[in-house]
């Protein structure tokens, strides 16, 4: 049985969406992932995580509450503090240690970006902390998009988070001006490229405008900021795009169908309810396909204009994707460094 079962896809199927077929990343395979290591092509999802503002944490020092004040007072709802991309394992980790290494892929106050395993700390900053009901997630579907957004992030890794003045405060509020009214009507000033300073929002919007450029993201990358990247990723003619895409799938035996559905179903129920010890009696494949049978939920949602059911959805899948990849994919041994701010928030 396929590991992705509701997203592979056969050579057929890769040619017939706009008459060409998906071309490999010009990067290659970021630094250090096997040369052999299988590379399946097909329509694939990919996420973007996002963090609701919750009132600020009173151990925050001064420059964390203003940002964190500045990037809530000025955003439309939802209004998020936080977002960065997650890639879900194309196979099963092993050994434990590495399963982070090229999932997680953001910035954070006053670090460079990175992938989550350079950063540490990662059970208590998604999961067991503060942060861990805040979560939400939002799916795209686009053609190997696994690959092409691992390469296309590899190629930003290090940006750095903002400029370098000599005031503490000015690195970290330099680009965000340009994420709101009426200085975002100027943010093509600001340069696009690879390694060009970028808070969350815009690395994000950076990313994935040069890994899928399909999205046609209609403002410059910092242009952007959390709650407007947001809003322009979940329209819904984005989802229904994605929902016709979904729709064109393999015939398969009744049979077939049957093992998918339970696949899915032990995915998200476990997923959802396994206490954390329990988790790596999941296999990988369900992981996979209940993951993914929750993003279609998202994608249904958003379609049918039910706001409450596409929030409640979205952190179900938040809650699911996070529980696969740092609960069960994580040995706690293994996330013992320490991680700084995510937006205004201090990863300690």
């Known amino acids: 049985m396929s590991s992705d079962l509701f997203a592979a896809r056969v050579e057929g199927a890769l040619r017939r969406e706009e008459g060409r077929q998906s071309q490999p990343p010009a990067t290659g395979v970021p630094t250090g992932v096997p040369p052999t290591a299988p590379r399946a092509l097909g329509r694939k999802m990919v996420y973007v995580l996002a963090l609701e503002a919750d009132p600020p944490d009173p151990n ?12 809530q007072a000025f955003q439309p709802s939802p209004v998020l503090t936080h977002v960065e991309l997650l890639i879900p394992p194309d196979e099963d980790p092993n050994p434990m240690s590495s399963a982070e290494q090229y999932t997680h892929f953001g910035t954070y106050l006053g670090k460079q970006s990175g992938w989550g395993s350079s950063f540490g700390k990662s059970k208590q900053f998604y999961t067991r902390g503060n942060n861990a009901e805040s979560w939400r997630a939002l799916p795209i579907v686009a053609m190997d998009a696994t690959t092409r957004l691992r390469a296309e992030c590899e190629v930003h890794k290090g940006t750095a988070y903002g400029t370098l003045f000599k005031w503490r405060i000015v690195p970290r509020l330099f680009d965000y001006p340009f994420s709101v009214p009426p200085l975002r009507s100027l943010a093509w000033t600001l340069s696009d490229e690879p390694q060009a300073d970028a808070h969350c929002a815009t690395l994000t919007a950076r990313c994935l405008r040069g890994a899928l450029p399909q999205l046609d993201l209609p403002h410059p990358s910092a242009w952007f900021g959390p709650s407007t990247l ?3 990723l979940a329209r819904r003619n984005r989802m229904e795009a994605y929902q016709r ?3 064109d799938t393999p015939l398969r035996s009744i049979v077939e169908e049957e093992d998918a559905r339970a696949c899915a179903e032990a995915g998200m129920k476990g997923l959802q309810t396994m206490k954390n010890e329990e988790l790596r009696s999941l296999t990988h494949e369900e992981c996979h396909a209940g993951t993914e049978y929750m993003a279609r939920k ?4 958003v379609v049918e204009g039910d706001a409450t059911k596409e929030r409640l959805w979205q952190k179900a899948l938040a809650k699911a994707l996070l529980r696969w990849t740092q609960e069960r994919n994580i040995a706690d041994k293994d996330d013992d460094h320490t991680r700084v701010a995510a937006g205004a928030y201090r990863r300690s």
């Open 230 to 232: 947001w809003i322009e």
């Open 245 to 247: 895409q979904l729709a």
């Open 298 to 301: 998202v994608i249904e949602a």
């Open 60 to 71: 925050w020092d001064w420059e964390q509450r203003a940002l964190d004040s500045l990037v």
